[in-house]
């Protein structure tokens, strides 16, 4: 490609509202352009590097015997209400009637396509494990898009599903996938990836973390055992709880202490000795056919010096999603806001969650449900029940890890990709169904892995740089070489440097040819920002010694090569660079 030919602007300088060294780079480069917030085009350059990066995902794929499918970006409710997300997604997820009426939504993954297509297809055991893939563009109305490219409204997912017979085969294809996932981030250059806990389960669910200044995804992890885990689903060492007697119930007059940190400041305790009552709404699956919403007023209880985790919560209690609770629901169930316990409710009109500090701790301060009064001496069992008891305390950022009791650290970056373990019934409210050996029917076995490209190239790019510009790993870079011609104006070098640059794409090279009337140091300038691996220029000075300079992006210095031995040395390079990247 010739440069002069190329829609590739660069920019002298970051515009105002770069938000992140990658974000300018990119812009700068000319790899990208906002449309809107959240919405980007790619350029020429930006759309190269981009099927580069989606080359290493089916290369990988493919090899664990996945098969790519396209499916639609507009999908009917009819579908998506199957599992539960019409009902569970905010706003993020964009509806629309068509023509006839008929309620429309914007894919934001395809698992229920996905299932469908299993559904229709797979009768029999004999046919599974199968598993079907996709890479295309997804819609979902992110309310902070924000890093440019790293968290998109409009985005290019790779979705994975699985669907195994039993549990040992979805097992499988989950470490199939992760291993496949690891081989991709490491092939484009981002071995820092982490792989994290995510999910409930403890352990049994992943995403992969990069850790960068830029992100705003959180992890904790452990220095001293290696434990890591996303920070809504860390497990964490509880503190023991205090050996008391449970004592008798207390009434006791608080008038304005409706926080926990006013209520423990006027009783002269620690917080940690009180209660947290968060109150929420939890919107319920239904069945498939049943277009009504299914609400429950949901009393979650953390001990007073920690927080609801809403992830875990909202696994807890198996919402779809979880909302602030409604004044009149929380009225109706006989709480007061801001004074709220579960003791002497009615367990009718609520769903009580504790978390299991809160079940071990005795003698705790909570709400009396009357405005300004509190109880001492509240104990589990004795004074009210909960419907669950579980783990939903979100990571405080002093935590110890749960597997050595050393501190947990916070780390910030971006969330790569996640692996994902569906339930049982997951795939039978989906009609993912088979005959097993014995002739019965029963629910596939179901998994997701997605990985979101727009935000790998921000992460390549957010590695991979230095203070002039773009230093491309060679499995990503737009170009492999990028050749400069310093001709100025010089027919006879211009000539030479034509006839060098038909020879490297004849022998294969992705090159982009700088054949534009421009000083050397434009051009240069240009070559370090776009961040082809090896850059080759000829010019009068190189070709008095029959040569032209050779040099990697990654280094100060070239080297003068031989006119013969250019494209050796350019591929050896190129080798070189693929090479530290493991194996392909
Ligand atoms: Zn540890």
């Known amino acids: 490609m010739r440069l002069s030919k190329f829609l590739g602007p660069t920019l002298r300088s970051a515009p105002a509202g770069a938000e992140t060294k990658s ?64 009902e569970g997604a905010g706003p993020e997820l964009a509806r629309f009637d068509d023509r006839c009426g008929r309620p429309l939504a914007l894919a934001m993954s395809h698992e229920e396509n996905a299932a469908f297509l299993a559904a229709d297809s797979v009768t029999s055991y004999r046919q599974l494990p199968v598993t079907l893939f996709q890479i295309g563009r997804c819609f979902r109305d992110e309310a902070r898009p924000r890093g440019g490219i790293a968290r998109l409204r409009e985005f290019t997912l790779l979705d994975s599903y699985s669907f195994s017979a039993g549990e040992e085969g979805l097992a499988a294809a989950y470490r199939d996938h992760l291993e496949a996932f690891d081989r991709i981030f490491s092939r484009l250059g981002l071995a820092r990836a982490v792989l994290v806990e995510s999910g409930g389960g403890a352990g049994t669910e992943h995403d992969f973390f990069y850790p960068s200044e830029a992100g705003d995804d959180a992890i904790v992890q452990c220095d001293a055992c290696g434990y890591a885990a996303d920070r809504e689903w860390a497990r964490f060492a509880r503190p023991e709880p205090p050996v008391e007697e449970p004592q008798p119930l207390e009434r006791v007059s608080t008038p ?42 949901v009393m979650a209880l953390v001990r007073g010096d920690m927080e609801v985790s809403e992830a875990k919560l909202r696994q807890a209690v198996g919402a779809l999603a979880l909302e602030p609770a409604r004044g009149g629901a929380i009225e109706a169930a006989g709480a007061t806001a801001g004074y709220a316990s579960p003791v002497g409710l009615p367990s009718s009109e609520l769903r009580v969650v504790i978390d299991e500090l809160v079940a071990t701790t005795p003698n705790l301060v909570a709400g009396a449900n009357e405005e300004g009064v509190h109880l001492r001496n509240v104990n589990f069992g004795r004074d009210y029940r909960a419907d669950v008891v579980a783990d939903i305390a979100l990571a405080r950022e002093d935590a110890a890890c749960p597997d050595c009791t050393r501190p947990l650290r916070p780390h910030v970056g971006f969330e790569l990709g996640s692996l994902h373990r569906f339930p049982a019934d997951y795939a039978e409210r989906l009609g993912a169904t088979y005959q097993d050996n014995s002739g019965s029917v029963a629910p596939m076995r179901m998994g ?77 300038n240009d070559a370090d920002l776009m961040g082809a691996p090896v850059r080759v220029s000829i010019g009068a000075r190189s070709l008095e010694r029959d040569g032209v300079e050779v040099k990697r992006r990654a280094e100060e210095k070239g080297a003068i090569v031989d006119l013969d031995n250019v494209l050796e040395r350019a591929a050896g390079m190129l080798a070189d660079a693929r090479g530290k990247l493991g194996p392909e």
Request: include cysteine; charged fraction near 25%; proline fraction near 7%.
């Open 23 to 86: 974000h300018g780079l990119l812009l700068r480069a000319g790899y990208i352009r906002p449309l809107a917030p959240g919405i980007f085009s790619y350029l020429p350059l930006g759309r190269r590097a981009l099927r580069k990066i989606e080359a290493v995902v089916r290369a990988e794929l493919e090899a664990l015997g996945a098969q790519e499918v396209t499916m639609p970006g507009v999908q009917p409710a009819t579908l998506v209400r199957r599992s539960g997300l019409w």
């Open 256 to 297: 304005g202490a409706s926080s926990i940190e006013g209520l423990a400041k006027f009783l002269d305790i620690p917080e940690s000795r009180t209660a947290k009552v968060v109150l929420l709404n939890a919107i319920q699956p239904t069945a498939p056919d049943d277009p009504d919403r299914r609400e429950v007023l």
């Open 448 to 524: 997701s892995y997605g990985i979101g490209l727009d935000r790998l190239l921000a992460c390549i790019a957010e590695e991979h740089h230095d203070e002039r510009g773009l230093v491309m790993p060679a499995t990503v870079a737009p170009f492999a070489v990028h050749l400069v011609s310093i001709a100025g104006g010089d027919p006879w070098i211009e000539k030479r440097a034509t006839e060098l640059y038909e020879e490297l794409v004849r022998a294969g090279f992705d090159t982009l040819y700088d054949d534009r009337d421009l000083r050397a140091g434009v051009k240069f």
